[in-house]
């Protein structure tokens, strides 16, 4: 950590009132902090666990503590763009596996899909997703603006051409009458090249299915 850092930590805690916090509150304060510099801020929880010598139980628990004290400003589309970084397609049962491991973010989600009569698996490794295509293409779709949403599903009905075409069915709908193979198509792209917006991703991808 460096010297001037070192030095505007001792400031902030100073003027928080010298003593006054109690030592979970400290440790969940600077381990905010820290989540928000390199190394920490791309570390799993076990990479974090080893440097601060703690075991990884902790880590995790403070990472919730510091998300509910300290609560970032994020949308669904931020975590999903970090998450799918890494995802991984199993095509045997359609679904995507990645990591998140801010417990906040994951319940964020999870209550985004629960409130849809959705949900995700994680019970093998509660850092580790399991989500099916369409309920990820449902959280995907939540990231949409109008204007989007309509050019997405004008290029669906242009490509299929279609007399019938029903323009106010949900995306993941769409997606499974017309583009069944967009979920693996999507993990495989953003694994193999940085993206920038997750929509032009989107419409890239739907493009290159037709």
């Known amino acids: 950590m460096s010297e001037s850092k070192t030095t505007s930590l001792i400031e902030a805690y100073i003027n ?8 979970n509150d400290f440790e969940v304060w600077i381990f905010h902090e820290m989540l928000q510099m390199e190394p920490y801020k791309n570390l799993s929880d076990f990479g974090i ?30 975590i999903l763009k970090k998450a799918l970084i890494n995802a991984r397609y199993v095509k045997s049962c359609d679904s995507v596996k990645f990591a998140i491991n801010d417990k906040f973010k994951r319940q964020f989600l999870y209550d985004k899909l629960a409130a849809d009569g959705r ?12 989500i099916k295509g369409p309920d990820l293409l449902f959280l995907i779709e939540q990231t949409f603006s109008t204007e989007e949403k309509e050019k997405i599903v004008n290029l669906i009905r242009d ?38 917006n997750l929509t032009d991703l989107i419409i890239n991808t739907i493009q290159n299915l037709f």
């Open 16 to 23: 928080k009132g010298f003593g006054s916090m109690s030592k």
């Open 49 to 78: 666990s080893v440097i601060l010598r703690i075991p990884e139980a902790k880590v995790k628990r403070l990472r919730y503590e510091a998300s509910l004290k300290y609560p970032e400003s994020f949308e669904i589309r931020d």
């Open 119 to 130: 949900f995700f698996d994680s019970s093998f490794n509660s850092s580790i997703i399991s």
């Open 159 to 196: 490509a299929v051409k279609e007399k019938d075409f029903l323009k106010e069915k949900s995306f993941a709908d769409l997606v499974a009458e017309y583009c069944p193979n967009l979920v693996e198509n999507l993990v495989t792209r953003v694994t193999e090249k940085p993206f920038e």
